[in-house]
């Protein structure tokens, strides 16, 4: 039996004392170890895609106990018995796509997310590159759904108003090794009808200039494109909201009233919600929400990446997307990082890939940083850690299978999931959100109507550093406040802030302004700006001073004393 081949190969890895059963049709793991290197390797020596659909592994680390989910402080009965046709559960690309797409059918939907906005999460601590998919498996879901996204990207750019950038991508070979690999990699493009060039090191040179003397040559991908990953999640939420759909921040899942397979009632810290379906978009707390759902048949075992940004003076250095080919990558689990050009014209570099117990770790590290911008120097040696203006970490919702959940539940009728969503989550959302929604509907039961009025248009907030000298001076004529700068870093002016407290989203926050106009964002990370932004803020709706946020209640930035104090 395959449970007993399971066994052994745990045993071969001399890891001991390990239950392995068969529940939901899925491998089962239970037991302690001390290290967590070694649970991770458990789950994935109990991958067999041919006889279960994924692996529970609920192997603990001996000694440790995993922080309880951070819950927002608000408690209200806001959303008490709400009744809605869907609820999606997260508010990260995935969620915020599907949230767009059920927007174009006379359905009531909901989206419910526990920060203080939307792409708080892994949705934004990414590089936003849209993949061509060359990387990945010919015939697994990752590629379909990355193929379909990639090709989606323009028009969506133009309806929903969000900058893409088509840069293309440059794999690079550390050794002569092109001639080798090329009709391998030739041949998996064609499969996917994915573009791509064969260049040499005398061309890439001219290409690229600053590129090592030492990489011998490269493949180039022109389908590669860059979008901020933020400002495209804030863009499918606002056009939902703008064609009916509701989004509740702030509002956390906590539990969930199930029974004969169906789900009755979401409980969360806002009121319990009664929907006829519910979709699971909860990234890194997808599994949790299946476990409550009543099928949970994956584990998420987090991988936290570490990512840095560059002045904007760095670009000079490079305008596309480059990595190094790296035959083990499909082995190691990760691309490898690379460096990258973003949407805004910064240099971003990383991520690297660190297996950890922990779901929300955002911390970084001066080791984690140190080796991304070594590795990324071996590229391009005049890279400068000099240059580095902010660093960051995203933690990835990785299954053992490293591959994507979508399906409608085989085990309780009005249960969607698209879970497990990592690399390449964002190219692949917008098709991920068409099958789902179908999963939606079907689920249901009911003949749905398509929505007459959808409006796929969105106006995007004016980016005026960005506008011709004529149009930016009609603009001010039209309304002054376009002509105060508060963010000289990023010429960003108290007409574009306002404008961004007046969206459908609204966030009156500073890293809600942040988000959504880039204030604050540059060279000085908002050292200058940031207190005439809380004043606009505190001003426009009508609170104190002491009142404003960086992020969630409880973030003010700064503190109200008592007068003697």
């Not at 997310?113 to 990387?135: F, L």
């Not at 029974?259 to 979401?266: F, K, L, T």
């Not at 689920?443 to 980016?463: D, L, Q, T, V, Y």
């Amino acid at each position: 039996m395959f449970l007993d081949k399971i066994a052994k190969k745990l045993l071969k890895a001399g890891l001991f004392d390990i239950e392995v059963g068969f529940e939901n049709g899925s491998v089962v793991l239970r037991g302690e170890l001390d290290s967590w290197e070694d649970i991770v390797n458990a789950g994935r020596l109990a991958v067999d895609t041919k006889n279960s659909r994924g692996v529970i592994n609920d192997i603990k680390l001996r000694g440790f106990e995993e922080p309880p989910m951070k819950i927002p402080q608000i408690n209200d009965d806001k959303y008490e018995g709400k009744k809605v046709d869907v609820l999606v559960i997260g508010g990260g690309i995935v969620g915020c796509s599907i949230l767009r797409e059920l927007s174009k059918w006379n359905l009531t939907s909901l989206l419910v997310d526990k920060e203080y906005d939307v792409a708080v999460n892994q949705s934004s601590r990414n590089d936003g590159e849209i993949h061509p998919g060359i990387d990945l498996s010919p015939d697994c879901i990752k590629v379909k759904y990355n193929c379909r996204g990639n090709t989606m990207y323009p028009k969506l750019s133009e309806e929903l108003g969000f900058t893409l950038k088509r840069t293309g991508q440059y794999v690079l070979y550390t050794k002569p090794i092109g001639n080798l690999v090329w009709p391998i990699i030739k041949a998996r493009a064609k499969k996917n009808a994915i573009a791509i060039e064969n260049i040499s090191q005398k061309e890439l040179k001219k290409r690229q200039p600053n590129v090592s003397d030492e990489i011998h040559g490269a493949t180039f991908y022109p389908n590669v494109y860059v979008v901020s990953p933020y400002e495209v999640t804030i863009a499918f939420a606002e056009n939902a909201i703008e064609n009916g759909a509701e989004i509740a921040l702030s509002t956390a899942v906590l539990g969930m009233e199930h029974r004969d397979g169906r789900i009755y009632s979401v409980k969360t810290n806002r009121g319990t919600i009664y929907p006829k379906v519910v979709v699971n978009a909860a990234g890194v707390y997808s599994d949790r929400i299946a476990e409550m759902a009543g099928d949970r048949f994956f584990t998420i075992h987090p991988r936290k990446g570490e990512e840095m940004i560059l002045d904007k003076k760095a670009s000079a250095l490079m305008d596309t997307v480059m990595g190094k080919f790296d035959i083990s990558s499909s082995a190691s689990h990760t691309k490898g990082g690379g460096i990258l050009v973003t949407a805004d014209n910064n240099l971003l570099l990383g991520p690297n890939a660190v297996e950890t117990p922990l779901r929300e770790d955002l911390s970084t590290t001066p080791e984690g940083i140190d080796m991304v911008i070594k590795k990324q120097q071996m590229l391009m040696p005049r890279l400068s850690k000099g240059s580095i203006i902010t660093y960051f970490a995203g933690v990835r919702a990785s299954t053992y299978e490293e591959q994507f959940v979508i399906e409608r539940s085989k085990k309780v009728e009005n249960f969607v999931q698209a879970a497990g969503i990592q690399s390449p989550g964002i190219t692949a959302a917008p098709a991920i959100a068409q099958d789902i929604t179908k999963y939606c509907i079907d689920a249901i039961g009911e003949s749905i109507s398509k929505n007459e009025k959808f409006n796929p248009i969105r106006k995007p907030i004016p980016k005026v550093r960005e506008l011709p000298r004529e149009e930016r001076d009609k603009l001010i004529k039209k309304n002054p406040d376009y002509g105060v700068i508060i963010c000289r870093c990023e010429e960003i002016s108290k007409g574009e802030i306002i404008d961004a407290l007046q969206s459908p989203l609204k966030v009156p926050t500073i890293d809600g302004i942040k988000r959504r106009v880039r204030a604050g964002m540059g060279r000085c990370q908002g050292g200058f700006c940031s207190p005439q932004i809380v004043k606009i803020i505190a001003e426009h709706e009508g609170i104190a001073i002491d009142q404003v946020a960086k992020k969630q209640q409880g973030s003010e930035i700064l503190v109200a004393r008592n007068k003697g104090e």
